[in-house]
């Protein structure tokens, strides 16, 4: 079972943003504060950090940015379930509405938040939990192994799934609560949100996004596994599509 660790909050969150990390020590004080400093002020919010079973010094640096930041609140797994599971203990601990998931490494820039928020909040109220606005890293700052190898996985779901998405592999991305707990869960689910999106009658908004290279810590995703651990998982979405049975909505009030 997870453990949760609240912060005393004295406000009803708008926002919540769910980041998962593992072994991620040296990138929560400087992000927790990126994250701060991107929304105080601007959006009522809380700061949700999942844990995902880490071994080095991820809980105590954790401890730490609690003592800073009130807004933020951990839960942690007691053995690692990997980022899907990580990013729907996340959601379904959030008080907030409205999700912003971005990823622990520091390398999606917290300061893009406003913008994809002000998209979702342009929906009427009643379309919000139709719609997903994905960060799209148009200037990658990865290798360039790294970045054919997501460019091949992103051709290859975007033939498959029709997902309209350039960049799904983006971990910022925004939607409602109601929307993901709609959604099917399963492993590598975060890698095909906007596809299952648009399998519950929703649609998909990129916005250009800033991207930065890694400055600590190692990545826990390599080339391979990026291209085929979800192999299975692009076959059992196509067949969830194919399975999908939309009602046709005449109004919405």
């Known amino acids: 079972m997870p453990q949760t660790t609240d912060a005393p909050i004295s406000f009803e969150p708008v926002l919540a943003v769910v980041v998962p990390v593992k072994n991620e020590a040296d990138n929560i004080l400087p992000l927790v504060g990126e994250i701060h400093a991107a929304l105080s002020g601007k959006h009522v919010h809380e700061i949700i950090y999942v844990d995902d079973g880490s071994d080095d010094r991820t809980p105590d640096m954790l401890r730490e940015a609690r003592g800073k930041y009130p ?42 938040i406003p913008a994809l928020l002000r998209r ?55 939607f409602t609560r109601e929307a993901f707990l709609d959604m099917p869960r399963f492993d ?19 916005v250009p996004v800033n991207h930065r290279p890694r400055e600590r810590g190692v990545s826990k995703y390599g080339v391979w596994n990026r291209l085929w651990v979800g192999i299975v998982d692009l076959f059992g979405v196509m067949w969830l599509q194919n399975r999908a049975n939309l009602p046709e909505i005449e109004s919405r009030e």
């Open 71 to 112: 807004a933020l609140r951990v839960v942690r797994h007691r053995n690692s379930c990997g980022q899907s599971a990580a990013v729907a203990t996340g959601v379904k601990a959030a008080r907030a509405p409205v999700i912003a998931t971005l990823d622990g490494d520091g390398q999606n820039d917290p300061a893009d």
């Open 188 to 206: 590598h689910m975060h890698r095909f949100l906007p596809a299952l999106m648009i399998r519950r009658g929703g649609k998909v908004v990129s």
């Open 120 to 174: 979702l909040l342009d929906e009427a109220p009643e379309a919000r939990s139709y719609l997903l606005v994905a960060g799209w890293r148009h200037k990658r700052r990865d290798d360039g192994i790294r970045k054919i190898s997501s460019r091949i996985a992103n051709k290859i779901r975007a033939g498959m799934l029709k997902d309209d998405t350039p960049d799904t592999g983006c971990g910022l991305k925004v």
